[in-house]
């Protein structure tokens, strides 16, 4: 409010406030003040009174979502006959939120909504009416062997169809607000105008209890995201039962969201209960009644709720109902209070907004689903209920249909007014929603002198970290797509040696910079820019992951590929957000994560919870993850350079890569003639030494085998090769695809004596190619938990150093 209406009545308030100070202190005044404006009444935001008009044909909408409920309803009970299982009661509780979108909101060309995977069957009914999908594909929900629908958004398995990957819940709250700044992001690097992009994301009020989901919600607020706006189906329901049976959600959820800066609009309940809430004794009874119970009141009889909820309160209503309107009258269930709800959060401006709209999770599909704690678990429906179903949606479904097995789908046909108004509202609105659009857009080729810089050499010690930031620095000035490079890290950027980068390239802030920097003076001062390229996203991992997949697919969901690295320490990484990697391959993002101080023994006085000795490991899980653990700095250039080709070249390929890189200074040798195809595939042999054994090392152990190469030949003339092995994983799957020699065996043809597996991971990683060695195998590594101590030291505690690698060696040659 601009303007004080009232001053007096300000003071009045004020002198009150100051009495409660001055006899309770200050802290029950801040209570009292808390309590004031993170709550508010528990009524709609929009009365009746000030509802828009609605734009639509209600009536033909209310068709159209009759139909889109039974073919949701039909296709998972349908499936289940195969035991494939599915969800009816989250879809049935929030088809209008979806069917208003639809028909009013989502824009095809510009928006991105975030659908809420368990809603799932409920976007494909709705495409069936569309005509973008066929009988025969809902009839293969669950049956991806067949070529059929996935249960989930997944785009990797349903790539033209789905954009986000949401059925993790908690993760895609956390990406939509990324997302939301990401778009921010390009448009104010002048990159793409996304200012009429806005981002949806449908959200359950149980998946609210995941961390992920209010992670990023100060973010939102802090940047003015008002490109953003989170629906929360609030249906009082969890998978097991009631969100808050013992209090309510609606009301926490609203003080969270105020809390942290967010505009909160409430839709909570249908036009029926306006001749009942002209009473404040029962809004109040209704902010106190516990959601448990309230979902008790919705599958109960009149008589109960009137002696229960409206002891002593003049009713206009009669038992029954006061059952139909308690049962079900939901602002969530009617069209009119959606559209007043959507309307009023787009309006504003300066922040994100927030709708919690009050639904019957089941709603429609029956006494025996409604509201029940087990509807989540229901998978099909009897036809007995669904011939009430049809009866209660208007459809015409004639018995004979419901006369065999298998209830039938229902389409009203191509030239009918329902299926011509979606065609004309989609239209309308740019296209349809959910898409997802490949633009091929190749990158140039990136020059050859950035690579070329790594492939001379340095006798100074230089870590592989720096090695990989003077390439990235080097590969931001190439005038076509140093642009496109985007440098995220969590906080320690001068950590990773990456403050080279504040004064050219700038830390991204939609805020500017509004101070002088205490180190202004300095050459490498900190920098913030409006158009800053740099992302650091404080001391967030998830959220760092959440920048990284939006500019990882931004190929796709902007047709504006950008070419993202995030730098992170390595045990925080995929041990963290290993989920969020996951959901990163769903949506074929493409990008280079870099795990730095990588290995177990590099990070020498941080101990046990900074000890990365698996993470290769957790990556070779990720089918799309590329995973290397280069040892020298031309390694690392040969990858980068062959990673550019593969995921921006003309073909595109939907992979990403996992870098580990080392905090270790080194001299960094000059890349011999003929390894490039080695070092992409995983292995060459880097010094001959006589090959009586054979020492395969990655990373930074390569350096402690040739320690122990030398100690070999100088104390007992025992000489062994030294083989470079970048990628322990990239050699098993192609051993494991080929139906010829492995390359790891044409590499070792020609060679006998046993061979020493020796790398800063755990055994179980080299071990990974253990199968395909024909000859004596060992291993060491770094199993068990990490300590503090000097690397030296370190490496002597789990025997990997050089003189217990030149043991494992003689012990291998002698047996």
Not at 739 to 753: E, I, K, M, S
Request: glycine share 10%; charged share 25%.
């Amino acid at each position: 409010m601009e303007k004080d209406l009232d001053p007096q009545e300000t003071a009045e308030w004020l002198e009150s406030l100051e009495a409660v100070r001055r006899a309770a202190g200050p802290d029950r005044v801040e209570y009292l003040l808390r309590r004031l404006a993170t709550s508010t009444r528990y009524l709609n935001t929009v009365p009746t009174a000030e509802e828009p008009a609605y734009p639509g044909d209600l009536e033909l909408e209310e068709r159209i979502a009759a139909y889109d409920r039974w073919n949701a309803a039909v296709m998972v009970s349908r499936g289940s006959k195969l035991n494939l299982g599915g969800h009816l009661a989250t879809y049935a509780s929030a088809a209008w939120l979806y069917e208003v979108g639809f028909n009013h909101f989502f824009h095809g060309a510009d928006d991105q909504v975030f659908f809420q995977g368990h809603a799932s069957p409920g976007i494909y009914a709705r495409a069936f009416l569309e005509g973008r999908l066929s009988e025969e594909q809902l009839d293969l929900f669950r049956r991806e062997t067949l070529g059929g629908l996935p249960s989930y958004p997944h785009p990797r398995a349903m790539s033209g169809f789905w954009q986000f990957p949401t059925v993790s819940m908690g993760i895609g709250p956390l990406n939509a607000v990324y997302q939301a700044r990401f778009n921010r992001y390009l448009h104010n690097r002048g990159i793409k105008d996304t200012s009429h992009s806005h981002v949806w994301a449908f959200l359950g009020d149980g998946e609210m209890d995941e961390p992920e989901s209010t992670a990023a919600l100060t973010l939102a607020a802090r940047e003015g995201l008002d490109n953003l706006t989170f629906v929360i189906n609030c249906n009082l329901q969890r998978l097991d039962g009631p969100v808050r049976g013992n209090t309510r959600i609606v009301q926490e959820l609203e003080s969270v969201f105020r809390g942290a800066g967010w505009n909160v609009v409430k839709a909570l309940w249908g036009a029926e209960w306006d001749p009942l809430l002209g009473s404040d004794e029962l809004v109040a009874r209704l902010g106190e009644v516990p959601d448990g119970q309230f979902q008790t009141f919705a599958a109960s009889s009149g008589a109960y709720i009137r002696e229960h909820l409206f002891q002593g309160l003049d009713v206009p209503y009669s038992d029954e109902d006061l059952r139909r309107v308690v049962g079900g009258s939901r602002a969530g269930h009617e069209p009119r209070k959606v559209y007043a709800a959507y309307q009023r959060a787009l309006r504003h401006r300066g922040g994100p907004t927030v709708v919690l709209v009050q639904t019957v999770k089941g709603w429609t599909l029956g006494a025996g689903i409604e509201a029940r704690n087990a509807n989540h678990q229901m998978k099909k429906l009897t036809l007995d209920e669904f011939r009430v179903m049809r009866d209660r949606l208007g459809l015409p479904v004639p018995d004979s249909a419901l006369a065999g097995e298998l209830p039938p789908y229902a389409h009203p046909g191509a030239g009918s007014p329902e299926a011509r108004y979606v065609a004309e509202r989609r239209e309308e609105l740019g296209g349809p929603i959910p898409r997802r659009t490949v633009a091929r857009r190749p990158l140039p080729v990136a020059g050859a002198r950035p690579f070329a810089a790594l492939a001379k050499g340095s006798t100074q010690p230089v870590a592989t970290t720096m090695a990989f930031v003077r390439l990235v620095k080097d590969l931001m000035k190439e005038p076509e797509t140093g642009r496109r490079w985007v440098p995220i890290v969590p906080d320690e950027a001068r950590t990773f040696g990456m403050e080279s980068l504040f004064p050219t390239a700038k830390i991204y802030s939609p805020l500017g910079q509004r101070y002088e920097a205490v180190d202004r003076e300095l050459l490498l001062s900190y920098k913030e820019a409006v158009d800053g390229q740099i992302l650091i996203e404080g001391i967030t991992e998830a959220g760092s992951m959440a920048s990284f997949t939006a500019a990882a697919s931004s190929y796709a969901t902007h047709g504006e590929p950008m070419i993202p690295f995030y730098i992170f320490y390595s045990m925080f990484g995929w041990q963290r957000t290993g989920d969020q990697m996951w959901a990163l391959a769903d949506q074929l993002g493409r990008g280079f994560l870099i795990g730095e101080t990588a290995g177990r023994t590099t990070m020498t006085g941080e101990g046990l919870q900074h000890a990365d000795g698996h993470s290769q490991l957790l990556a070779s899980a990720n089918p799309a993850c590329l995973a290397y653990d280069p040892a020298f700095a031309y390694e690392v250039g040969v990858i980068v350079r062959d990673g550019l080709r593969r995921m921006y070249g003309e073909v595109g390929e939907d992979v990403f890569y996992y870098l580990t890189l080392y905090n270790e200074p080194l001299p960094q040798p000059a890349m011999p003639e003929g390894v490039e195809e080695g070092i992409l595939k995983g292995i060459y042999r880097y010094s001959a030494g006589g090959g009586a054994a054979h020492l395969l090392a990655s990373g930074t152990a390569i350096h402690w085998a040739l320690e122990a190469q030398r100690l070999l030949a100088d104390e007992y003339g025992v000489g062994v090769d030294v083989w470079s092995v970048t990628s322990w994983s990239e050699l098993r799957r192609e051993a494991m695809s080929t139906d010829g020699v492995p390359y790891l065996r044409q590499a070792l043809a020609g060679t006998d004596g046993p061979v020493i597996a020796v790398s800063d991971w755990m055994r179980a990683v080299p071990d990974q190619i253990s199968p395909w060695i024909d000859r004596p195998w060992t291993s060491l590594g770094t199993d068990g938990f990490g300590l503090s101590d000097t690397r030296e030291a370190v490496r002597g505690h789990f025997g990997v150093d050089p003189r217990s690698i030149a043991d494992a060696v003689l012990k291998a040659v002698e047996k």
